[in-house]
């Protein structure tokens, strides 16, 4: 409680140390529990005599002035300009020299001192609100915790550039250099404002958007887009974007995109793409992209598409394809696929096919076909490559690659390669290779190899190869096999009859066949054979005129030396020949097994329906043949026809 200043004394002069209460009684006495409203807060002080008083604590003025420089100075909080202060209307122009300093208290008056120390004040209370300054207008600095208005000023971040319009956004935040944009009025909203929930991370993110519901990460990012739902995840990805519900991740991803509910993972991918409903993963994958509910997988898969309903999965598949409904599983799989409803699975399965309803099983199968018929099945690697047939079929390694045949079917490796023939039907390792004949049939390996013949049909290993008659069948293992030569008919020609560049060699009256039909020849010399024609081979030549001959098969590329020859073989028309190794004697003959065959048996009777026919045998020293026949009234004739 309070003691009188006597009191108070005697604690202190007898030299003891005064208790707590003693202490506790000193502080009641000289300072009030609370200060005036209004007041500074009170401290103890000692004079020089050592009294001991109570006064109010000395407040450190808040701002300063500046130095006056013409006639200006500037009011300071912390060192930083807040208020600039023309004094001209204060001072004339006889003090205007002598003005040296200048203070201002708390209370916002200003004291200014002359050179002669007489001095004259200012009343600043304009500037303050309150009893203290009043900054609610200005910048606030760190820690503040008032808003700030820049009204139509522009805003700029240290060093950067000055950014045009004020930051006027709703529900949007921006980070970056070019943070503060001025946002286009939105298609549902009559305000400048954007409604609904988007981000922008990045230097130029959102700028110009007018989308709803928008997330762009990166530079540029969704920049001048117009679509709704988008998240845009890199440089410039859905730049420029209209679609709704696009989904871009990655630089350049959906950029100039029109297509809705598209979605675009890696560089580029879905760059300029129109189809709608579509899905791009990989660099540059579904770029310009113009086919309804694609899907593109891997580096430019379905890139510049044209097609609807395709599927691409690997480098480049489907890449510039142009027709519907089209599948490319592989590497540049369906490329350049100017074909509908195609399937193609394999390293350059289908590249640049031409055909429709296709099915492309392999390494290069129907890769550049050029048929622009339908449902060609190539099941292999290279299987139908090169192929300008229709409605072929073909299973195997090589099987029907350079075809031209249409209505094929073949099974095994290189089986119908080169085949030139249609209506064939090949199965076994090369059979029909290099086939000239229409509506043939070889089953069996190697079966009607080199064939040019029409309506033959062949059962066996190596059955029917060489043939070039009519009407032939051979069934049995290598039944017919043989290049039968008729070495009469030779005709030899010399190195510098060999054309070589036109793949073509002149034969002075041949007399190999009629002009546009192809035969089969046995190649001779005795000097040096010609590069594509090495000595004993059997190939197939076409008759250009009574003088020359062009290789079909074979390309010719020098001349050789010496003397060439070509050896023609019998053609033997409408005979069949069947047992193992059987062979024809000529035309129209039944041979029913081979010279090591001794008996030919049957449980019933042989008939013999012709006028006049019956056996024929031949003499035990093989000079001359008999046939046994009858005449009229039964009786046994024997007549000698060799």
């Not at 529900?171 to 922008?200: A, C, M, P, R, W």
């Not at 509908?340 to 590249?351: Q, V």
Request: hydrophobic share 30%.
């Amino acid at each position: 409680m309070k003691q009188n200043k006597e009191t108070l004394k005697k604690y202190f002069e007898t030299g003891d140390k005064p208790t707590q209460q003693q202490y506790a009684e000193l502080i009641d006495s000289y300072v009030d529990s609370k200060p005036p409203e209004g007041k500074a807060n009170r401290r103890f002080v000692i004079d020089e005599t050592g009294e001991v008083n109570v006064a109010e604590e000395e407040r450190t003025p808040e701002y300063t002035l500046s130095d006056i420089v013409n006639n200006k100075l500037s009011l300071l909080k912390d060192g930083i300009t807040v208020k600039e202060i023309d004094l001209t209307p204060y001072i004339d122009d006889t003090n205007l020299a002598r003005l040296v300093s200048g203070t201002v208290d708390n209370n916002g008056i200003a004291t200014f001192t002359r050179d002669d120390n007489s001095i004259f004040t200012v009343d600043l209370s304009n500037l303050k609100g309150g009893g203290a300054v009043d900054v609610s207008n200005l910048v606030p600095y760190t820690g503040a915790t008032q808003d700030v208005d820049l009204g139509n000023h522009y805003l700029k971040l240290g060093k950067e550039r000055t950014v045009l319009n004020k930051a006027k956004h709703k529900d949007l935040l921006y980070i970056g250099n070019d943070s503060f944009l001025k946002q286009q009025t939105h298609v549902h909203n009559e305000t400048d404002y954007i409604d609904g929930e988007s981000i922008g991370l990045g230097k130029k993110a959102l700028l110009n958007n007018t989308g709803i519901n928008v997330v762009g990460t990166g530079i540029s990012a969704a920049q001048n887009n117009t679509g709704a739902n988008v998240v845009a995840n890199g440089n410039y990805a859905a730049q420029n974007n209209t679609g709704n519900y696009a989904t871009a991740i990655g630089d350049f991803a959906l950029r100039m995109n029109t297509g809705g509910t598209s979605v675009g993972v890696g560089y580029s991918s879905g760059a300029d793409n129109t189809g709608d409903s579509s899905v791009f993963v990989g660099v540059s994958s579904g770029a310009s992209n113009r086919g309804r509910y694609t899907t593109g997988i891997g580096y430019n898969a379905a890139s510049s598409n044209k097609g609807a309903f395709s599927t691409a999965v690997g480098h480049s598949a489907l890449a510039l394809n142009t027709h519907d409904g089209s599948t490319g599983v592989g590497y540049q799989s369906g490329e350049s696929n100017t074909g509908s409803l195609a399937t193609f699975l394999g390293f350059r399965a289908g590249y640049q096919n031409k055909g429709n309803n296709c099915i492309a099983i392999g390494n290069n199968a129907l890769s550049s076909n050029a048929s622009t018929g339908h449902t060609p099945i190539a099941i292999g690697n290279h299987a139908l490559r090169y192929n300008t047939g229709y409605d072929s079929v073909v299973v195997g390694y090589f099987s029907g690659i350079k075809n031209i045949g249409n209505r094929i079917v073949g099974l095994g490796n290189s089986t119908l390669s080169e085949n030139k023939g249609s209506s064939v039907v090949a199965i076994g390792y090369t059979s029909a290779r290099q086939n000239l004949g229409n509506y043939t049939i070889g089953i069996g390996d190697e079966s009607i190899v080199n064939n040019t013949g029409n309506d033959v049909m062949a059962l066996g290993y190596q059955s029917l190869r060489y043939n070039s008659g009519e009407k032939n069948i051979a069934l049995g293992v290598r039944s017919w096999n043989s290049f039968i030569e008729d070495t009469t008919k030779s005709k030899s020609f010399t190195a510098a009859e060999v054309d070589f560049e036109n793949n073509r060699v002149t034969v002075i009256n041949h007399g190999f066949g009629t002009a546009d039909s192809i035969v089969n020849l046995k190649f001779r010399t005795t000097g040096t054979a010609p590069t594509g024609l090495p000595n004993g081979m059997i190939g197939s030549f076409k008759i250009i005129d009574a003088n020359t001959l062009e290789s079909v098969a074979q390309n010719i590329d020098t001349a050789g030396t010496g003397l060439h020859t070509f050896i023609p073989q019998f053609i033997y028309n409408n005979t069949t020949v069947i047992g193992y190794n059987s062979q024809p004697t000529k035309s129209n003959q039944v041979v029913l097994g081979n010279a090591a065959t001794e008996e030919v048996t049957t449980a019933k009777d042989y008939k013999s329906t012709g006028s006049g026919y019956g056996v024929i045998l031949k003499t035990p020293d093989g000079s001359k043949d008999f046939r046994i026949s009858i005449d009229n009234s039964g009786n046994v004739v024997t007549t000698q026809v060799v």
